[in-house]
């Protein structure tokens, strides 16, 4: 019956949860309402440029622009020893989200976030530092456009890119690692960002 979960028992004997599972389904391609990368293209954006400062992972570069796709962030800037499409360990994560995010590389990672910051950019970095604000304390006006800047995966947000920053955030976490995987990272704070309005 098109994937949908039946049983053969009363609907009144159920619980609620059990009726949730006798109704779920998973969603056909169709259903999830999916742009085209034309029309992503041309739809809204939230006001969020992402650089990639010395990035080695071409792995974490693809996922970085499939969450960049997921949340409508403009554009991307690849710095440093950054990979760049096309490429095809890029392509295994990206998904094809190398079509619809607009980006562009830079040499210099500072370079780029220089002219971002001369562009009206509120420059973020992620990164543990003695300043750094926990993302569940970061209150920006959703009308304010940022720029995130994301490190490499040993060394982090290099120096001259910290001396550009108007703000460091920092994830909170308790575990015995105090670190995460960039891609995980730069999903969890566009989500955040997301979710309180972008």
């Known amino acids: 019956m098109n994937g949908v979960l039946t049983a053969p028992v009363a609907q009144s004997s159920l619980s609620d949860d059990e009726k949730l599972c006798c109704i779920m389904k998973k969603l056909t391609m169709e259903e999830l ?4 990368v034309p029309q992503f ?11 990639l400062d010395n990035v080695r992972s071409l792995h974490n570069v693809g996922s970085v622009f499939r969450t960049a796709d997921a949340f409508r962030c403009e554009r991307l800037f690849l710095t440093g020893i950054t990979g760049t499409p096309p490429h ?19 040499e210099k990672p500072e ?4 002219k971002l910051k001369q ?15 926990p993302l569940n304390q970061f209150a920006p006006d959703v ?7 994301f490190g490499n995966e040993v060394n982090g947000v290099s120096e001259p890119v910290i001396d ?15 670190s995460l995987n960039i891609s ?6 566009c989500w955040e960002l997301f979710r309180r309005g972008g």
């Open 33 to 36: 309402g999916r742009l085209s």
């Open 41 to 51: 293209r041309e739809a809204k954006k939230m006001p969020v440029a992402i650089v």
């Open 88 to 106: 095809r360990e890029i392509h295994k994560t990206a998904l094809g989200a190398t079509e619809s995010v607009a980006w562009e590389y830079v």
């Open 111 to 114: 370079e780029a976030v220089g």
């Open 119 to 133: 562009d009206g950019y509120k420059i973020v970095i992620v990164e543990q530092t003695t300043v750094s604000t």
């Open 143 to 149: 009308s304010e456009k940022i720029c995130l800047v």
């Open 164 to 178: 550009l920053a108007d703000l460091a955030l920092e994830i909170p976490q308790s575990g015995t690692k105090h």
């Open 184 to 189: 995980v990272c730069a999903g969890i704070v």
